[in-house]
């Protein structure tokens, strides 16, 4: 069981590879819990085949991802 503060920290890490991710323009496109790894308290994403860089201001127009969990 986790604790509060635990999750809180957990999804800390987990914003703060997002936000590495969005510095190089880059976009997951297939993130879920499965794609989450904990490591000796260290969260990690996982399942970057998708994975997107994008130029700025463009849009991703393609369709890919996990059907039952994609964004509409």
Do not use: W
Not at 16 to 32: P, S, Y
Request: hydrophobic share 45%; net charge neutral.
């Amino acid at each position: 069981m986790f604790t509060e503060e635990k999750a809180t920290g957990y999804l800390k890490q987990i914003l703060n590879g997002f936000r590495g991710l969005h510095e190089v323009n880059a976009m997951h496109r297939d993130f879920k819990l499965a794609n989450v790894l904990l490591h000796q308290g260290v969260c990690k994403i996982a399942g970057l085949d998708f994975i997107k860089q994008l130029e700025k201001g463009s849009l991703a127009e393609d369709v890919c991802g996990t059907p039952i969990i994609m964004a509409p």
